[in-house]
């Protein structure tokens, strides 16, 4: 089995939802235009942090901006390359090296899937094999192989400061606050990030520098970032939480039976389903995902959607 972030936090937030996105790869016709703002701007900023080359951040966020976002939003082509020159002006000189930046393959954008080492309950009929093992990736009892759980994402780039290895992870906000670093830790993706980018580079990481940029329809853009952290006892118990999840949903393909949470239909705002669910049969359903919907694979490797 093979997850990461956005389908382990959207069967936790409600599995039918995640059987909707990533089962049956529905997703919304609109496009968000923050997430493809923050797209452009996570191009704009490996170039930098590959290159160090100002005219290639900037070329990198035109070359990347999508052309069907909305055009009355204040998320425009020509504020993000503001807010990139802006955040060069801010930080023109890092006190943090690039990993491998003298190369030619800086740990910039790092794509990864990766084994955990934790195998999946064993399926054989007739086994139903206690699952005492998580490491184990032959049954105990019939010698059957069990599935292997790979977990996998992008990170941005992976730094040395003060003789210590941090993933540099990007953060786009409107929320750009006092309480605003307090949801990394603890935080998913930011654990599998610093436990992807040790696997990677062979190196222990110790944890990562959150690089946030406030972004405001009518004031000024902020820059902020903190330092958080991870101990090798909190990445183990990462992994656990992560066997727990996938089990999860394997119950759930078994028995094919995805319930509903509803306490996340409304929660922040209307679940991206919830004209869907809130109609009584399967058919008036059906009807309107393929009115108001597109099918469309979720690949965690494709930049777009996975901030």
Same mark, same amino acid.
């Given at each position: +089995?093979?997850?990461?972030?956005?389908?382990?936090? +959207?069967?936790?937030?409600?599995?039918?939802?995640?059987?909707?996105?990533?089962?049956?790869?529905?997703?919304?016709?609109?496009?968000?235009?923050?997430?493809?703002?923050?797209?452009?701007?996570?191009?704009?900023?490996?170039?930098?942090?590959?290159?160090?080359? *100002?005219?290639?951040?900037?070329?990198?966020?035109?070359?990347?901006?999508?052309?069907?976002?909305?055009?009355?939003?204040?998320?425009?082509?020509?504020?993000?390359?503001?807010?990139? #020159?802006?955040? +060069?002006?801010?930080?023109?000189?890092?006190?943090?090296?690039?990993?491998?930046?003298?190369?030619?393959?800086? +740990?910039?954008?790092?794509?990864?899937?990766?084994?955990?080492?934790?195998?999946?309950?064993?399926?054989?009929?007739?086994?139903?094999?206690?699952?005492?093992?998580?490491?184990?990736?032959?049954?105990?009892?019939?010698?059957?192989?069990?599935?292997?759980?790979?977990?996998?994402?992008?990170?941005?780039?992976?730094?040395?400061?003060?003789?210590? %290895?941090?993933?540099?992870?990007?953060?786009?906000?409107?929320?750009?606050?006092?309480?605003?670093?307090?949801?990394?830790?603890?935080?998913? *993706?930011?654990?599998?990030? %610093?436990?992807?980018?040790?696997? #990677?580079?062979? *190196?222990?990481?110790?944890?990562?520098?959150?690089?946030?940029?406030?972004?405001?329809?009518?004031?000024?853009?902020?820059?902020?970032?903190?330092?958080?952290?991870?101990?090798?006892?909190?990445?183990?118990?990462?992994?656990?939480?992560?066997?727990?999840?996938?089990? *999860?949903?394997?119950?759930?393909?078994?028995?094919?039976?995805?319930? #509903?949470?509803?306490?996340?239909?409304? #929660?922040?705002?209307?679940?991206?389903?919830?004209?869907?669910?809130?109609?009584?049969?399967?058919?008036?359903?059906?009807?309107?995902?393929?009115?108001?919907?597109?099918?469309?694979?979720?690949?965690?490797?494709?930049?777009?959607?996975?901030?």
């Amino acid at each position: +089995m093979k997850v990461d972030n956005f389908a382990l936090t +959207m069967f936790q937030a409600c599995p039918i939802k995640y059987k909707l996105r990533i089962q049956d790869h529905w997703t919304s016709r609109r496009k968000s235009s923050a997430l493809g703002f923050g797209g452009a701007l996570h191009e704009g900023l490996a170039a930098w942090y590959r290159t160090g080359e *100002q005219t290639k951040a900037l070329s990198a966020i035109g070359d990347s901006w999508p052309e069907n976002l909305p055009i009355d939003d204040w998320r425009t082509k020509e504020k993000c390359l503001k807010t990139m #020159m802006e955040y +060069m002006k801010t930080y023109p000189v890092e006190t943090f090296q690039v990993i491998g930046r003298d190369t030619e393959d800086p +740990m910039v954008e790092c794509t990864f899937t990766l084994s955990t080492g934790l195998y999946l309950a064993c399926e054989s009929p007739g086994c139903n094999q206690p699952l005492y093992s998580l490491t184990n990736p032959l049954c105990s009892v019939c010698g059957e192989p069990r599935e292997e759980i790979e977990y996998g994402g992008i990170f941005d780039t992976l730094v040395e400061f003060n003789n210590n %290895i941090y993933v540099l992870e990007h953060k786009t906000t409107s929320r750009l606050g006092s309480y605003y670093f307090n949801q990394f830790k603890p935080n998913n *993706q930011v654990t599998g990030y %610093i436990w992807g980018g040790g696997l #990677m580079s062979g *190196q222990r990481v110790g944890g990562a520098i959150i690089n946030a940029i406030g972004l405001y329809k009518s004031s000024a853009t902020k820059f902020e970032r903190q330092i958080t952290s991870r101990s090798h006892e909190e990445i183990s118990e990462w992994l656990i939480h992560i066997h727990s999840t996938c089990q *999860q949903i394997r119950d759930c393909e078994r028995r094919n039976y995805w319930p #509903m949470y509803t306490g996340s239909c409304t #929660m922040y705002g209307q679940c991206e389903y919830h004209s869907v669910h809130v109609l009584g049969t399967e058919n008036e359903r059906s009807k309107r995902l393929s009115t108001d919907f597109i099918q469309e694979a979720w690949e965690y490797e494709n930049r777009e959607g996975v901030k």
